[in-house]
């Protein structure tokens, strides 16, 4: 995982592979590191919400499934939101964008969990057309 700078500057986000996956924080400008998770099997795609109070990322739990995840950065325990993987969170951090593992099919849910929803903004390549546009029209 290549380190993550918040929004704003003051937090670095980076991993450490020992038998399991530990992700850190660390303020940019120095100071001590805090663990955010321990004993996971793999993450990935972890960014900070645009207030820095939560990180969304993807987690292989121990199913082997692959699901988005939140996890606070005051500690906690970790949320799963719903099965996908490839976060990306919009510019106001009230939604996650994710595709759904061969689908392609991009959806997205609120960043508190509630249900997801098909996003007509960005949808994946279907069996009829080359490419979709991103504008949601046909």
Do not use: C, N
Request: glycine share 10%.
């Amino acid at each position: 995982m290549e380190p993550d700078v918040s929004l704003d500057g003051r937090l670095v986000l980076y991993d450490v592979e020992i038998a399991s996956v530990q992700l850190f924080a660390q303020p940019v400008a120095g100071g001590p590191r805090r663990r955010i998770t321990s004993g996971l099997q793999d993450l990935s795609w972890p960014q900070p919400t645009p207030d820095g109070r939560l990180i969304i990322a993807t987690a292989l739990m121990p199913s082997l499934r692959e699901q988005i995840i939140r996890l606070s950065l005051d500690g906690g325990d970790l949320v799963p939101l719903v099965e996908g993987h490839t976060p990306a969170l919009t510019p106001d951090g009230t939604e996650v964008v994710y595709s759904l593992a061969g689908t392609g099919q991009v959806l997205a849910v609120p960043s508190t969990g509630a249900h997801r929803v098909r996003s007509p903004r960005f949808r994946g390549p279907s069996s009829t057309s080359k490419s979709a546009p991103m504008d949601g029209s046909t």
